[in-house]
Structure formats: C-alpha cells, structure tokens
C-alpha cells in the first residue's frame, strides 16, 4: 500500500524505517477511513518524522504522552508551530493507543462537579425517566451553574445565595430571548429540587427561581409554504452522494416529520422495501411505531442506498461522507444540511433548527382531513394535548365554526 501513496524514492525509504510496522498500519487505517491522498502523504511524513524525533532523544513508544505533541510541533525554534502536526500526531497517538504501543491516557479523577452532575443524570435516567437529549440540557445547566458560583473550587452549599439563582437567570436573559431564559429557569429549578431532595440546600433556593408565565396556545406554532418547502428540496445537488443524502433526510423531515435524532438512528433494517414502511425505534416517545413510506420518500432512500451510500459495515441508513467514512451520522448533521438549505430560502433564512419541519408536517395532515389521534400517533406524541397546538393553525375550518364579532348596537343586554 505504501507505493500507491508515494513515489519509488520515498516507499523506498519508508520500507527501511526502523518504525515501518507501525507506519504501515497507520497508513493503512487512514486509507480504510477515506482520508484524501494528499492528507495521508502529509500525516505519514509528520508520523515518520516523529519516530525520528523519538529516536534522536532515545526514547521509545511507551514513553509517549500527550504532552509531546505540542513539543513535537514547536520543534524548530525559527518555525512557527504546524496544525498539521498536531493533528497528524493526535490520529497517531490514538492509532497507536488502539494498538497498545502507546500508553492509554491515564484516567483523571472527576471533579466535584462532574460527580454531582453524574448523580444527577443517573436520577434523571432512573427516577424521571427523561430522554438522553433532555437529560443533555439538564446537565447542561447545572454545571453551568455550579460553575458560575464555585469555579473550580470546593463546592460548599452554604454559600449558595438567592443572588446567584437571580444572576444566573438573567445572564440568559440580557440578550432579550425570554425563551432561552424560561428554558434555563426550568432546566435550574429542576437540579435545585433535585439538591433539595438530596438534603444539601433549602427550600428558599427552589422558591427563588423566577416563573416565567407560558400560555401554550397563544401563538401559532411556526410553519412553512408549500412553495418553501419545494425551494429547500430543491437546494440539494441530487448528482452527488452527499446531496443525495442530505434530500432523502429533508423528505424524511418534512414528510414524516421525523425528528432529527430519529433521522439520525435510523438502521438499513428499519426500511422494509416490500411492505414500504419505515420502523422508528423506541425514543422520546417510548414506543415503537411503524409509519408508511411515501412514493417520493422511498424512491429517495432507495436511490440514497444504491447510488449515493458508501460501503460500509455500519448498518445505519445515513452514514458520513467524509472521513471517517462509513460511519452513522449525527444530529448535529442532519440540522447542519437542513440550515444549510435555509440559508439560501426566502423566508427561511432566520430559521435554525428542524422542528419547524415537523410542525409543517402536522399542519398539511391537519388539512389534509387528519384528526388529531392519527397526527399523534405519526409523530409519536405520547399526549394528545401536545399535538392539540395544530388544531389552530387550521383557519379555513375554524373559521367556519367560529361565530361573526357583534357589531355596534348588535350586543344585547
């Protein structure tokens, strides 16, 4: 393999290295990863250069720690330091701590936060039952406020004050989101309870967190135009895999109305071609359920997975394109393609995250003639009143039913 990456004079000359079994592997293990050819040539020679460091200050593999990346990479005095070598020798390290030639990282005793945090998210797995994305942002916010209060040192919960629950708030909420405020209120009111339950502050700390006032239907929950929704599919390059990717996610989105992390999980045997269905394990909801596939959703998965998906062993349906290829997506993927779409659709470039997706979704089977328990069940609602939001985005209909306003002299005493 080294010849197809470098000419005779260098394979020459890497082949008579003392470190050619461990370059080789490298080598290898970036070529299976699908890293560009002039990346591999520039990662093997920084590989290959700092054996030859090691070997000039007669050191051996097990003597490497992460502290010798940076003296690596400041090496030359005269030179100012190179990204490429930090990044280089980070795969290597981590190539060969798979290996075992390289000492694993020793373990760092967690701190007094990240303890406290750890029992939180275990109360929240086990008592309350909250999804891991929540759970993400519950802990999220707690350390965040252990933080602003104690720093990095000891934690002692008789100096925690009402001031610091007021001063925690309203950081969030000096940029005039009261929404990200609320959402931090309710997320720290939470770990303050949970610190009560466990007898280490009182019950003052709980009462001083400010209530935000939400009315759940007072506002209309945000949609998208039938021609908007037709701009952002038309966005992706359908020619290329990752634009063939990315359309078969946003159909997905708009016509299930999927949330990003199921997009995300979704495995090559959720698809079954015959029957046309799609099956969504177990997530927030807590309950499988089978939806049926559309004509142009299936046509897009099925040209994803025979034109546009890698070869691959992972068995997720969306996968990377770009190293490491090959393996699931994340979340933060399917959102990043889907705001990539917004920003060049009129009206939508303020838009960042996917549920409007969905909200568009529940919208178009409102008109359709959909009631509100089959809505429930596509999207997975496990309360009806959650999917009751949509009942009045339906204006042709409520307006059939909704009395005229009196005009003057017409109301009677």
Known sequence: MIERYFCPRVATRLRASPDVRWLASFLATLDGSGYRRLTIQVYLREAELFGLWLRRRRRTLASVTDADIPTFATRLPRCKPRINSRVAIQHLLCHLRQRRLVPQRPAQAPTQIERIVTAYDTHLSSAAGLAPATRLYCRRYASEFLRSVFGTGTIHWSRLKLAHVRQFITGYGQTGRVAAARVAAGALRGFLRWLQFEGWIGRDLVQSVPHFRLWRFAALPPTLTDEQQAAIL?????????????????????????????????????????????????????????????????????????????????????VRHRPPIGVAVT???????????????????????????????????????????????????????????????????????????????????
């Open 331 to 413: 979340r933060e993927l399917v959102r990043g393609a889907i705001r990539q779409a917004y920003g060049v659709v009129p009206g939508c470039e303020r838009l960042t995250g996917t549920h409007v997706l969905r909200h568009t979704t529940a919208s178009r089977l409102l008109r359709a003639g959909a009631d509100l328990k089959r809505i429930a069940d596509i999207l997975g609602h496990r309360s009806i009143d959650t999917t009751a939001i949509y009942a009045k985005v339906d204006i042709e209909r409520l307006s059939a039913v909704t009395m005229p306003w009196p005009g003057v002299g017409e109301v009677q005493s």
């Open 234 to 318: 038309a966005t992706f390059d359908r020619t290329t895999p990752t634009g063939c990717r990315a359309y078969a996610m946003a159909l997905c989105l708009i016509d299930l109305g999927l949330r990003a992390g199921e997009v995300a999980d979704l495995m090559l045997s959720d698809v079954d071609v015959i029957a046309r269905t799609l099956r969504l394990a177990a997530g927030k909801p807590r309950r499988e359920r089978i939806l049926p596939l559309p004509e142009r959703v299936h046509r897009a998965i099925n040209e994803y997975i025979h034109q546009g998906r890698p070869q691959t062993t992972d068995q997720h349906l969306f």
